[in-house]
């Protein structure tokens, strides 16, 4: 029926009924034969990551996008506001009975939090309290499944893992099997089958970690990357965390669910995503849904140095290309520098909301080039031109021996991963990677690879369009922060700092593609000077963080980063994360 509602809309808006068709089919023969068609040029889908597997066994080279399963959880820390980290659990986990992808299955308490009776017993009885009925009772808070709980979703509601207890069970209410009480499992341990499993229905379970480190270590351990939350008033809890945490939509001070257009654009990573990962209501959705091919370029070059790198990698293999193509590759990797200066190497705060930052930013996906034998030697170093500066050392590249040995070694010069091996040898190898192809056969890459759909392959005509090839060697992130407290501005979480470029965690300038917005004063994020009255004795890593125990003064400077302790001459550079048991930092 909603289908066949916006279907209505958007006819009578205009759109041709010989464009857009409303087909409704039954899972059966017929809609088999209509997903995998080979007239059909590419399926959107939204529903469980098993599915896109399905429809990928029909058609190995089916191109889909789809937006898959999610296991997200919130993180609480013991600098959170139990009170609002409560509400938005509550929020997160059982609206909508659970059925959302974004829902939170998965409550991760870290250490006071976890022992905190006040938040345990809030989230409890605000579940507890959750009035189950049918959506036409306004008084109901919860409605029914959308049908009857079997399979995994019955076990999630019926059965503990080993170890486990339910806080709270959940009660069946009627004979159905629709409409369920709200279930909060606790023992979570890691590895556990509820810790890996989505199970779509109002259901979380509650998991213990010692500090926030091993948190997100839990939170990164499963085999989807759809939504992810923190509840956490520390500006230095915040940014370890969001520099860290591997899903799509990240969400500090907030519920996990209900993204909005042009604020989070939705869509995640690893197993939550098939295909070229664009998100919905982003900026390259539609870019996606085509092809593109190499066309004459009109505007000008630009003026703007491609980075050190780049630059290097480009002088190696001058030798190696015509004049027209060297003209060609300068002029690309020139158009990378300016678009990536301008929007793919920065954090952007695209909702421009004063209460709420919402900032879209690229991290680097490790993704392999393939030059297959009939690839020409410049387009497969325009390819890998443009992996350099989106990822750096997180690409490799796989040549045919025929591309000749001076591409790899200019490679090999910029610290590039690189092997040969045949297109035999390298179709039978392929199985579940991203994987930038220059020339070869996409249709029966995805054979090879049986229609694996954790296989994302990127495989158009090499253009000299950023836009086009940058999108390879990244992934899009939304970070949304609730940044009012009781709707008066949280200076706190308006000076954290989120950073755009491709090496934040492994040492690059901590300022580069800060969100122009903030101030960039250092010493107004925290990254000042300690007086000689500092205390301090014993130092140990944590994770990323540096516990300092209050029991010895320090007579020098501290200067705190957000990436571990280094040493330059005699200053020392530490993050602070606790200093003794009772919270001062």
Request: with cysteine.
């Amino acid at each position: 029926h909603c289908a066949a509602v916006i279907s209505e809309c958007l006819w009578e808006a205009g759109i041709p009924r010989d464009v857009l068709q409303l087909v409704d089919v039954e899972e059966n023969a017929a809609g088999k034969h209509l997903v995998s068609h080979p007239e059909v040029d590419r399926v959107i889908l939204t529903g469980a990551w098993e599915t896109a597997k399905l429809f990928r066994s029909w058609r190995h080279d089916l191109p889909v996008l789809a937006e898959t399963s999610g296991k997200n959880s919130i993180i609480v820390t013991e600098n959170a506001d139990y009170d609002l980290a409560a509400a938005d659990i509550i929020k997160s986990a059982f609206g909508n009975a659970g059925q959302k992808c974004s829902a939170a299955s998965l409550i991760i308490l870290v250490g006071q939090a976890y022992r905190s009776q006040r938040l345990r017993h809030q989230i409890l009885d605000a579940a507890s309290s959750i009035r189950v009925g049918s959506p036409s009772d306004l008084r109901s808070q919860m409605g029914p499944l959308a049908e009857p709980a079997s399979g995994k979703l019955l076990d999630g509601l019926t059965k503990l893992d080993p170890g486990q207890e339910w806080a709270l069970e959940p009660v069946r209410i009627d004979e159905e099997g629709r409409y369920w009480s709200p279930g909060v499992r606790s023992g979570i341990k890691p590895g556990d089958p509820y810790h890996l499993t989505e199970y779509f229905g109002p259901i979380t379970g509650i998991m213990y970690a010692p500090d926030l480190a091993t948190a997100i270590a839990y939170q990164n351990g499963t085999a989807f990357g759809l939504t992810a939350g923190l509840h956490s008033l520390d500006p230095a809890e915040i940014e370890f965390w969001a520099e860290r945490a591997n899903a799509g939509n990240l969400y500090v001070n907030r519920s996990i669910t209900g993204a909005i257009v042009g604020r989070q654009p939705f869509g995640g990573w690893k197993r939550s995503a098939v295909g070229p990962g664009a998100k919905a209501g982003g900026y390259h959705y539609l870019q996606v849904l085509g092809t593109w091919r190499r066309a004459e370029v009109s505007a000008p070059t630009p003026a703007d140095r491609p980075c050190a790198l780049v630059e290097q990698f480009v002088g190696h293999i001058e030798g190696l290309v015509t004049r027209d193509e060297r003209a060609w590759l300068l002029d690309a990797v020139a158009r990378d520098a300016r678009e990536w200066d301008e929007w793919f190497g920065r954090s952007i705060d695209v909702g421009g909301l004063e209460k709420e930052r919402n900032i879209l930013r690229y991290r680097p996906a490790s993704t392999q080039v393939r030059g297959c034998a009939d690839a020409k030697l410049v387009d497969v170093a325009r390819v890998v031109a443009a992996g350099l500066l989106a990822a750096g050392d997180n690409i490799s590249v796989c040549l045919d021996p025929s591309l000749g040995e001076g591409l790899g070694r200019a490679l090999r010069s910029v610290g590039v991963a690189v092997t040969t091996a045949s297109d035999e040898d390298w179709y039978a190898s392929l199985g579940a990677s991203r994987v930038r192809l220059v020339g070869g056969n996409p249709s029966r890459a995805a054979d090879e690879a049986d229609g694996d759909p954790d296989l994302a392959l990127w495989a158009n005509e090499v253009t000299s369009a950023p836009q086009v090839e940058l999108l390879p060697f990244l992934r899009e992130q939304s970070v949304s922060m609730t940044a009012h407290r009781f709707g008066n501005p949280d200076a706190g979480v308006l000076s954290v700092r989120l950073c755009g470029c491709r090496r934040c965690v492994t040492g690059c300038d901590l300022t580069a593609g800060i969100d122009s917005d903030l101030d960039t004063d250092v010493t107004a994020h925290g990254v000042n000077s300690f007086g000689p009255l500092g205390q301090a004795k014993s130092v140990s890593d944590n994770g990323g963080f540096v516990d300092i125990s209050p029991s010895e003064h320090v007579d020098r400077p501290v200067n705190v980063c957000s990436t571990g302790i280094r040493s330059s001459g005699d200053r020392q550079l530490l993050v602070m994360h606790r200093i003794g048991g009772d919270g001062r930092r």
